[in-house]
């Protein structure tokens, strides 16, 4: 609200008194905030937390600082997220899954509501400078595209500058990049050296250096979110050969050197035990010798890409501390869940084939180790790492069990806490940040925020914990859900169900198990026959607490809920789609999908010069799977690049004539989609330059899910990556284009999504192990 003017008005300025409202300010002393996100690291996968992986510059700012040991989060992205700036549990603010799974429910609509007003908006109503670097992750999927709206986007909530990139993962070598509110190209390209996670951290120092250089007093709030460790798991290929043969002990000892190093450091309790390794994770000393490569592998470039990403949060440090800025700069660090199990049993050279149900054997992965982890690649290592990388806990993202949601919290504030290197078991939540940073700065939550009453803060603060290491937990409740999996804490006693999802809302199965985790922490010992009583108590109180927060209906569904028809979109469907060309990045959400399509055509309108013309016309998903149509050598071509595995060219049988020309491509289906093998609907594919057929070629293998799980649709050039190996990006058009056309008035067979790996996990591991070979 405005402030009321208080100078006087005469009739000239001699008789006038000027006067100007108070600027904003912060208490005296407030700290600088800074959030430093870390993606999909399990609590066994940081140096202070115990792991082998090398992350100085982490371990230095727990060694200066707090490790709290018993921090959970909601063992998914989105939601945590929402929890981490909100300070209100996740289904309170419609985050009860991922953006991508919204569904009509308050508390699963992905809509943050202004009744829940982010850190960064109230920072700012005092002072602050705000910042967002990196992942977003926190807009309906209906607001991905640069039609917008952008009021769910960081700049409409709270944030001053952003870059980073909106969805829930990006290419680490070829981002697709958003400035505040637009596309923008990656300044350099690989070969000149470019990662994502060096692009974050030189954004985020330059956006505090342009404050320090115009007001050095000026308090900041920087919410620096970095890709890493998510997959693709993309690194340079010096980080990862430091591990070169680091992880030939394989993951069960892995796990057991964790435990080992935990207990010295303090990190868990001495009675500590590792959790059961699940039966469909094989013991590494069963293995054959191919699959131990090839699974050690995948582990070396991890760790190298959380060394690179530790690295360059000692670059931010660096420059916080030479600023003379790290001292009162209260620093938080976590990570939004566990470790990934999104690789599937074997994990994959490409997460693309994986989302398509192509799960290719660690025989046929063997040639390409030594550029894994190189653009060309998209991987996400195998199940059995993502349950070392947890440990000693049980499971892992995507879990109610503490492999899901127990996660590493550091707290660095050296004017603010006297303990360094302190260990700090108190219970708390993500949604337990927020309350913790405005009693640090002195700020109270307002009643109202620009006029709209705000929901009540549902965490509570940490600070208490700060400097009394033997103080009890203020926290006394908390719940879990997603995706019907289910979990409630109440004063060290947990409750918890596996529900198995897409199994027709029927939770009524589902078995509860107790676990006294103060006493147990890996929850190892289920206590729910020896004390029905307790558990029947936690299982009313999770109802209890479902009701209060939002959570219900609980509903299961994963693959139907994806399907882009499920929810509100940035434009309704139609039979024609125009694109110009500038068109750049078209989000897949807010784009056609060809995908599952038995008919369809593309036609091009361009005027060609004399001397012809060559470049992209429009195409749609990346180097690991997609489709273009573009001219070359005078000549008409359609590629088809089925998820790198093979790459089907239609070219013309006559050059492409000068002037005014409409140009072509007509896909017509020849039969059924095989969606668990894997394949799309087969068809015929034509060219055709002014009407006249001019090329014809069986496309035998189509993809039944996605073309790209992070580019869309480019006009006029190939923006990102190159979807055929025929050119290179962008190869922007050099003739005269005007529009192109997609009509899809066809029959459209709706696509199927997939599951993560889990829904048809067995009969999947089934292929697999019937193809593998020694």
Same mark, same amino acid.
């Given at each position: 609200?405005?402030?009321?003017?208080?100078?006087?008005?005469?009739?000239?300025?001699?008789?006038?008194?000027?006067?100007?409202?108070?600027?904003?300010?912060?208490?005296?002393?407030?700290?600088?905030?800074?959030?430093?996100?870390?993606?999909?690291?399990?609590?066994?996968?940081?140096?202070?937390?115990?792991?082998?992986?090398?992350?100085?510059?982490?371990?230095?700012?727990?060694?200066?600082?707090?490790?709290?040991?018993?921090?959970?989060?909601?063992?998914?992205?989105?939601?945590?997220?929402?929890?981490?700036?909100?300070?209100?549990?996740?289904?309170?603010?419609?985050?009860?899954?991922?953006?991508?799974?919204?569904?009509?429910?308050?508390?699963?609509?992905?809509?943050?509501?202004?009744?829940?007003?982010?850190?960064?908006?109230?920072?700012?109503?005092?002072?602050?400078?705000?910042?967002?670097?990196?992942?977003?992750?926190?807009?309906?999927?209906?607001?991905?595209?640069?039609?917008?709206?952008?009021?769910?986007?960081?700049?409409?909530?709270?944030?001053?500058?952003?870059?980073?990139?909106?969805?829930?993962?990006?290419?680490?070598? *070829?981002?697709?990049?958003?400035?505040?509110?637009?596309?923008?190209?990656?300044?350099?390209?690989?070969?000149?050296?470019?990662?994502?996670?060096?692009?974050?951290?030189?954004?985020?120092?330059?956006?505090?250096?342009?404050?320090?250089?115009?007001?050095?007093?000026?308090?900041?709030?920087?919410?620096?979110?970095?890709?890493?460790?998510?997959?693709?798991?993309?690194?340079?290929?010096?980080? =990862?050969?430091?591990?070169?043969?680091?992880?030939?002990?394989?993951?069960?000892?892995?796990?057991?050197?964790?435990?080992?190093?935990?207990?010295?450091?303090?990190?868990?309790?001495?009675?500590?035990?590792?959790?059961?390794?699940?039966?469909?994770?094989?013991?590494?000393?069963?293995?054959?010798?191919?699959?131990?490569?090839?699974?050690?592998?995948?582990?070396?470039?991890?760790?190298?890409?959380?060394?690179?990403?530790?690295?360059?949060?000692? =670059?931010?440090?660096?420059?916080?501390?030479?600023?003379?800025?790290?001292?009162?700069?209260?620093?938080?660090?976590?990570?939004?869940?566990?470790?990934?199990?999104?690789?599937?049993?074997?994990?994959?050279?490409?997460?693309?084939?994986?989302?398509?149900?192509?799960?290719?054997?660690?025989?046929?992965?063997?040639?390409?180790?030594?550029?894994?982890?190189?653009?060309?690649?998209?991987?996400?290592?195998?199940?059995?790492?993502?349950?070392?990388?947890?440990?000693?806990?049980?499971?892992?993202?995507?879990?109610?069990?503490?492999?899901?949601?127990?996660?590493?919290?550091?707290?660095?504030?050296?004017?603010?806490?006297?303990?360094?290197?302190?260990?700090? =078991?108190? *219970?708390?939540?993500?949604?337990d940040v927020v309350p913790t940073i405005l009693e640090a700065v002195g700020i109270e939550m307002p009643e109202q925020h620009h006029g709209v009453p705000q929901q009540p803060i549902e965490g509570i603060s940490m600070l208490y914990s700060f400097d009394a290491a033997e103080a009890p937990t203020r926290k006394e409740t908390q719940y879990y859900e997603i995706l019907g999996t289910r979990a409630i804490w109440h004063k060290g006693w947990k409750a918890v169900t596996e529900h198995k999802m897409d199994s027709g809302g029927n939770f009524d199965d589902d078995r509860w198990e107790l676990y006294h985790v103060d006493e147990d922490f890996s929850e190892c010992h289920d206590l729910a026959e020896e004390h029905p009583e307790k558990l029947q108590e936690l299982i009313d109180l999770w109802w209890a607490e479902a009701e209060t927060y939002n959570v219900l209906p609980l509903d299961d569904r994963f693959a139907a809920r994806i399907v882009q028809e499920f929810r509100p979109q940035a434009s309704p469907p139609r039979d024609k789609y125009v694109y110009y060309p500038g068109t750049s990045s078209v989000n897949t959400f807010a784009t056609v999908s060809l995908v599952n399509r038995p008919n369809y055509t593309i036609t091009a309108h361009a005027e060609i010069p004399e001397s012809g013309a060559e470049g992209v016309l429009i195409a749609q998903g990346s180097s690991y799977g997609g489709w273009s149509l573009f001219m070359q050598n005078k000549h008409l071509v359609y590629a088809f690049n089925y998820l790198q595995l093979k790459e089907y060219i239609i070219e013309s049988d006559i050059e492409v004539p000068p002037g005014d020309v409409t140009l072509g491509f007509e896909f017509q289906g020849s039969g059924e989609p095989d969606v668990m093998s894997g394949k799309g609907v087969p068809g015929i594919g034509r060219l055709f330059i002014n009407s006249q057929q001019v090329g014809e070629t069986e496309i035998a293998d189509n993809v039944v899910v996605l073309y790209s799980s992070t580019e869309g649709i480019d006009c006029g050039r190939d923006a990102i990556t190159a979807v055929s190996k025929r050119y290179k990006a962008p190869y922007a058009f050099t003739g005269d284009l005007k529009k192109v056309t997609i009509d899809v008035s066809g029959e459209h067979i709706p696509r199927r999504s997939s599951d993560s790996g889990y829904s048809e996990y067995h009969e999947a591991r089934a292929r697999m192990d019937a193809g593998r070979a020694s």
């Open positions: 609200m405005a402030q009321q003017f208080k100078g006087k008005i005469g009739q000239t300025f001699k008789d006038s008194k000027a006067w100007w409202p108070d600027p904003p300010k912060p208490p005296e002393g407030a700290p600088n905030v800074v959030y430093i996100v870390i993606d999909d690291t399990g609590y066994g996968q940081l140096g202070c937390y115990g792991s082998p992986i090398e992350t100085p510059n982490l371990d230095q700012l727990a060694n200066n600082g707090l490790s709290y040991t018993d921090f959970h989060t909601t063992a998914i992205c989105s939601p945590t997220r929402a929890c981490l700036l909100t300070g209100r549990n996740h289904h309170s603010v419609g985050y009860g899954f991922l953006s991508e799974f919204s569904s009509g429910y308050p508390g699963y609509n992905a809509t943050i509501p202004k009744s829940a007003a982010m850190l960064p908006a109230l920072l700012k109503d005092h002072g602050y400078s705000t910042y967002c670097v990196g992942k977003w992750h926190l807009s309906p999927v209906s607001e991905f595209s640069q039609r917008g709206p952008f009021d769910h986007w960081p700049l409409g909530m709270g944030f001053e500058r952003f870059y980073g990139f909106v969805g829930g993962e990006t290419n680490q070598f *070829y981002p697709d990049l958003v400035y505040d509110n637009h596309l923008v190209d990656p300044p350099k390209t690989p070969e000149e050296g470019y990662h994502l996670t060096e692009d974050l951290t030189d954004k985020a120092i330059e956006f505090i250096r342009d404050t320090l250089n115009v007001d050095p007093d000026a308090p900041f709030c920087m919410y620096l979110s970095y890709g890493a460790n998510h997959a693709p798991h993309h690194t340079h290929k010096e980080w =990862r050969e430091k591990y070169k043969g680091a992880f030939d002990m394989g993951w069960d000892n892995y796990r057991e050197q964790v435990l080992e190093n935990q207990k010295k450091m303090g990190i868990v309790p001495e009675n500590t035990e590792l959790s059961p390794r699940p039966d469909f994770i094989p013991a590494w000393d069963s293995l054959t010798d191919v699959q131990k490569k090839v699974y050690a592998a995948f582990m070396e470039n991890f760790a190298g890409f959380a060394s690179h990403l530790d690295f360059n949060i000692g =670059r931010f440090i660096d420059f916080l501390s030479e600023a003379g800025q790290l001292d009162n700069t209260l620093i938080v660090v976590v990570s939004d869940n566990g470790a990934s199990a999104e690789g599937g049993p074997d994990g994959t050279i490409s997460e693309d084939l994986f989302w398509n149900y192509i799960f290719q054997t660690p025989s046929e992965m063997l040639p390409k180790l030594d550029v894994l982890g190189d653009p060309e690649t998209f991987p996400h290592y195998p199940i059995g790492w993502a349950h070392a990388g947890d440990s000693p806990l049980k499971r892992w993202k995507r879990e109610s069990f503490n492999g899901g949601n127990t996660d590493a919290f550091i707290v660095h504030w050296p004017k603010g806490i006297q303990a360094k290197g302190g260990i700090r =078991r108190q *219970y708390h939540h993500s949604i």
